[in-house]
């Protein structure tokens, strides 16, 4: 029979265990704050327009997050319920910039090659 107060000392140490690999644990750093200025309140149409199809999109709630894959990067961008429909009020780049959420090369990069959606 194992006695109770082996059993709290056991639970005791993997406690500590847990909160020795909880703490070492650390997030991403966040991407720079500020938008590029030629696409934050694009709406959908324009977005469409300028970039072509999204290789991607998925819904989340209200908000659509709509993915363009370049050769050397992706883009993301966050759409929001607006007066005009749908507006652009985030993007990032995948590498991001060094000074902004979104690189501004591949931003343009995109805006050459208008993508093809992914079958």
Known sequence: ????????SLCVLL??????????????TAPPPGEPGNVAGLNADQVRLAFGA??????????????YDGAGCKAFFFLYPGDNGKT???VETVPRGT???????CLTG??????VPVS
Do not use: Y
């Not at 029979?1 to 709290?8: F, K, Q």
């Not at 000074?99 to 090369?105: E, F, L, M, P, T």
């Open 1 to 8: 029979m194992i006695r109770p107060i082996v059993v709290a």
């Open 15 to 28: 406690a500590d265990c847990a909160a020795q690999q909880a703490a070492r644990v650390t997030l991403p």
């Open 54 to 67: 999204p290789a991607f999109t998925r819904s989340d709630g209200a908000v659509e997050v709509w993915r």
């Open 88 to 90: 652009v009020r985030h």
């Open 99 to 105: 000074d902004i959420a979104a690189d501004s090369n």
């Open 110 to 115: 995109l805006l050459k090659q208008k993508t």
